[in-house]
């Protein structure tokens, strides 16, 4: 699975412990990202609905989160990937974009990349084995890059595993059935049916998903729009209809707060941590006034993000800064009905941190 800002994947065994504890049925994941939590609910037995605006996430809910492992194909999936690994790599917009005019992947596999996904676009497109192949390649091409995790830039020297070979796998998908959404959850809200747990886990800063993952979004797509700046992003990442409200301080809160009186859910799951736009006595009180019965803030101490620890050079590799910290704390929100947020919590009452609801 790939890396990813934000990832909850230290935290999914929690969040399906506390899931399964709640006894839901159904659940709904509304920024879903790459379907880390959405696939631990779906592996738990609750029927899952993954949502995101990101149109790669979209390829991974569809692969990992609606489609029923026992109801593909096994063997023609493969005979697909057997015939894919089989291709000659043959340069094209892919190489020229993030292998020679930027460094994100070295050039052998960059022609790979370049001429497997030409063929997926060109054989399987339309089929179920579509957004399989797709998550595929996009896995195979996130264990030979020469980044962090994000896609604002590169490593001044190849990464080691930039080497390797790329490598298509079997993805692991789960047996069962879902639903995979893409769009905005501030419309997508209005849309859904009534749920058992709904879990949020969205951005709280001002780095976009669109830009941290552009090299993702294109490879899905393959439109091969025209690029700018060092780590050559999409062109459209400049246009307002790409950019979150998620990711604007003075619209987020609002926006989010709407979010959760518009939701129809029995209890509410959200992620957030103590370096977010909005604070836990602001939650808890929001919480609270859209008629939560009872609100519980879990918090767990956690390492940040790698960048957060290298990312002090210049472009140049030259020291300009100190590190702040390396660990911050992660918190998970339980609100609703008194009897379900107790009885989702148990084992983790050490993890408490209660505030008292503002009169």
């Not at 460094?103 to 399987?124: C, K, T, V």
């Not at 049916?193 to 552009?214: A, G």
């Not at 990442?237 to 129809?264: G, W």
């Not at 957030?272 to 609270?288: K, P, V």
Request: with cysteine.
């Amino acid at each position: 699975m790939f890396k990813y800002i934000g990832s909850k994947r230290v935290f999914v065994p929690v969040l399906g412990s506390l899931a399964r504890n709640s006894g839901a049925r159904t659940a709904v994941d509304l920024f879903t990202g790459t379907t880390r939590v959405a696939q631990e609910f779906k592996r738990s037995g609750i029927v899952t609905t993954a949502a995101d605006l990101a149109t790669y996430s979209h390829v991974l809910a569809q692969t990992y989160i609606e489609l029923d492992s026992e109801a593909i194909d096994q063997t023609e999936l493969e005979d697909a990937l057997r015939y894919l690994s089989s291709l000659v790599g043959e340069a094209g917009y892919f190489t020229q974009t993030f292998c020679l005019d930027s460094r994100f992947f070295q050039p052998h596999n960059g022609e790979r990349i370049d001429a497997i996904r030409e063929a997926i676009e060109a054989e399987f497109c339309g089929t179920d084995l579509y957004p399989v192949l797709l998550t595929s390649l996009m896995e195979a091409a996130d264990r030979v890059d020469s980044t962090t995790g994000v896609q604002m830039a590169y490593l001044k020297d190849w990464a080691p595993r930039s080497y390797n070979d790329l490598e298509l796998k079997f993805p692991a998908m789960l047996p069962g059935t879902g639903i995979a959404l893409h769009g905005d959850a501030t419309q997508l809200i209005h849309d859904l049916p009534e749920t058992d747990l709904l879990y949020l886990d969205p951005p709280y800063n001002q780095h976009r998903y669109f830009t941290n993952y552009h090299i993702w979004e294109t490879l899905v797509r393959w439109d091969k729009p025209p690029t700018y700046g060092v780590a050559h992003k999409r062109i459209d990442s400049r246009d307002q209809a790409t950019k979150s409200v998620f990711n604007s301080k003075p619209r987020m809160k609002e926006a989010f707060f709407t979010l959760l009186e518009d939701a129809r859910a029995n209890l509410l799951l959200i992620s957030y941590n103590n370096e977010s736009w909005i604070t836990a006595d602001e939650m808890i009180e929001q919480l609270y006034s859209i008629g939560c019965e009872s609100v519980v803030k879990l918090a767990f101490e956690h390492s940040r993000y790698v960048g957060a620890r290298i990312g002090i050079h210049n472009p140049a590799g030259k020291k300009v800064g100190k590190i702040s910290h390396t660990r911050n704390t992660e918190w998970i929100f339980v609100a609703g009905p008194a009897s379900d947020v107790q009885q989702t919590i148990v084992g983790y009452e050490d993890h408490r941190k209660d505030v008292p609801p503002t009169n």
